[in-house]
């Protein structure tokens, strides 16, 4: 009786032990069971650490650092970016830095208003993945101009990228008729008079200029700089002990250097330095001018110049105001007043003048200009002139 008892027993304990042993086993469960004792899971996916750059600086390189976890799985990991043109590149990760690896964007890349990058991952198995961001949504890096940078680059663009600019210009001026107050004698040679014979001096007082010129505009705390040549032949009354229609003849030959300050955005200052020959030597002359409001734009300028300094060899000085005014997308419109002494007269007369400027498109542009000049209020004459520009 014992005897079945105890097999009775036995034959449930193995049919039970029997039955655990192919009962099913949860996911987590079954892979422990398939993990040797004192060992972890193997991954199947790795993954990286990097600290996201929110901003940087214009044309200096973007170094990116990051850390990889189960680098054995990886085959390669590109830093993925765009730039502000809409060009797509990568660059690789590499060895380096404090965190492990290092992938260095070029500085040429940054740009204004920024960039974006994406982290992407292959696998040893040859699957790819994005582990930082998405080619469909990079994160941004704003790249911050400086002020001075940005300034610079608002006002190339307006002018269409051209910084040389290459001109021509012309330009008569007539006073009439200027009559002496002293009777002189009459030089010898004279074809109008007789030698010693005591004559009222005469002239039609007029002079014309003519000169070509080029500026380079760097459009910073120096907004341009330029040259010009240029000779000026005219005649005026000037003081003689003898009447000789030859030497009341004046001119000069000229160079001249100028620069533009930007003291403000809507306040420039410009000065001039010439050197010139005229029929009595050598000489030299300086000019300046201030300009209130838009340089390329509606402004007052208020300015001086001066050809030949001093008695040696003077050729006369103007003062003027000049209102540019934009009278459309291509057209600019300026009234001047000048007073002047030029050439080498010995009063201040009063020039009226207005010009009109158009912008013809492809960088050339045109200046017509005319008035009218006068010394004495019985006395005056007509003035006229134009130039020709190019920028590039």
């Not at 079945?4 to 949860?26: C, E, H, M, Q, W």
């Not at 799985?73 to 990568?90: C, D, F, H, P, S």
């Not at 003519?210 to 705390?221: G, K």
């Not at 030497?247 to 250097?257: E, P, S």
Request: proline share 6%; net charge neutral; charged share 20%.
């Amino acid at each position: 009786m014992v005897t079945r008892t105890f097999g009775k027993t036995l034959a449930v304990f193995a049919a039970a032990a029997l039955s655990l042993s192919f009962a099913p086993r949860d996911a987590e469960a079954q892979k422990a069971a398939d993990v040797p004792p004192g060992e972890t899971p193997t991954p199947t996916t790795p993954r990286v650490h990097h600290a996201p750059i929110a901003s940087a600086e214009p044309g200096t390189k973007l170094v990116l650092e990051a850390s990889f976890e189960h680098a054995e799985l990886i085959r390669n990991v590109l830093v993925v970016y765009q730039t502000a043109l809409g060009e797509t590149k990568a660059v690789p990760f590499q060895r380096g830095g404090e965190r492990g690896y290092i992938a260095v964007i070029p500085g040429e890349a940054l740009k204004a208003p920024g960039i974006g990058y994406t982290i992407e991952v292959e696998q040893m198995n040859g699957t790819r993945f994005s582990a930082f961001a998405s080619r469909q949504k990079f994160h941004p890096v704003s790249v911050i101009e400086d002020r001075t940078d940005a300034k610079e680059r608002a006002a190339l663009s307006r002018l269409g990228g051209r910084r040389s600019v290459v001109g021509v210009a012309g330009e008569y001026v007539g006073f009439g008729k200027t009559t002496g107050t002293t009777p002189i004698p009459c030089a010898a040679g004279q074809p109008t008079c007789t030698p010693g014979e005591e004559v009222l001096p005469a002239v039609d007082e007029q002079y014309y200029r003519v000169e070509a010129s080029y500026t380079y505009r760097p459009l910073r705390t120096v907004s341009e700089f330029g040259f010009r040549l240029g000779l000026v032949r005219g005649w005026s009354l000037v003081p003689l002990s003898e009447y000789n229609e030859e030497r009341y003849k004046v001119g000069l030959n000229f160079g001249a250097a100028r620069i533009r300050f930007r003291l403000l955005d809507l306040w420039h200052l410009e000065t001039e330095l010439q050197t010139s020959v005229t029929e009595i030597g050598f000489s030299v002359g300086l000019g300046a001018s201030t300009l209130i409001g838009d340089p390329y734009g509606s402004k007052l300028i208020l300015g001086f110049e001066s050809l030949g300094l001093g008695d040696s060899a003077p050729f006369g000085n103007r003062f003027y105001s000049r209102l540019d005014l934009v009278a459309g997308d291509r057209v600019l419109v300026s009234p001047i007043v000048e007073v002047t002494d030029m050439p080498n007269a010995e009063t201040y007369g009063v020039r009226l003048i207005g010009e009109v400027g158009i912008t013809l498109g492809r960088g050339f542009s045109v200046q017509v200009r005319g008035g009218y000049q006068a010394r004495r209020s019985t006395s005056g004459g007509p003035g006229f002139g134009g130039s020709v520009l190019y920028a590039f």
